[in-house]
Nanobody, 126 residues
Framework: QVQLVESGGGLVQAGGSLRLSCAAS????????VGWFRQAPGKEREFIAF????????KYDDSVKGRFTISRDNAKNTVYLQMNSLKPEDTAVYYC???????????????????WGQGTQVTVSS
């Protein structure tokens, strides 16, 4: 079973940038699809970005398209989320999630994932 740990969150001013990392343990990580989600207080967990097992397919929610970039380095067992032009409404706890690639070309809902990190807080001040 792969375990995931997020890092890189913090406090940033509007317009700034952060890069989140999702580090995985386990030898099967290169067979995993990975998604990034976020959850603001009082709101449901929402999809942000997806990357397939080999990095060949990515998907983004419209709210972050053009500002966020998801990438992965399977040699380092790590997925990244580069976040630029941050807005106050991006404030949330950010989670990475993983699932084996078998049986899914794309996965953008929380229910499709079986492994979750503990989350990292991102706060964007105005």
């Amino acid at each position: 079973q792969v375990q995931l740990v997020e890092s890189g969150g913090g406090l940033v001013q509007a317009g700034g940038s952060l890069r989140l990392s999702c580090a995985a343990s386990g030898r099967t990580f290169s067979s995993y699809h990975v998604g990034w989600f976020r959850q603001a207080p009082g709101k449901e967990r929402e999809f942000i970005a997806f990357i397939n097992w080999n990095g060949g397919t990515t998907k983004y929610d419209d709210s972050v398209k053009g500002r966020f970039t998801i990438s992965r380095d399977n040699a380092k067992n790590t997925v990244y989320l580069q976040m630029n032009s941050l807005k106050p409404e991006d404030t949330a706890v950010y989670y990475c999630a993983g699932r084996l690639s078998w049986g899914a070309v794309v996965a953008i809902t929380p229910a499709e994932y079986v492994t979750w990190g503990q989350g990292t807080q991102v706060t964007v001040s105005s």
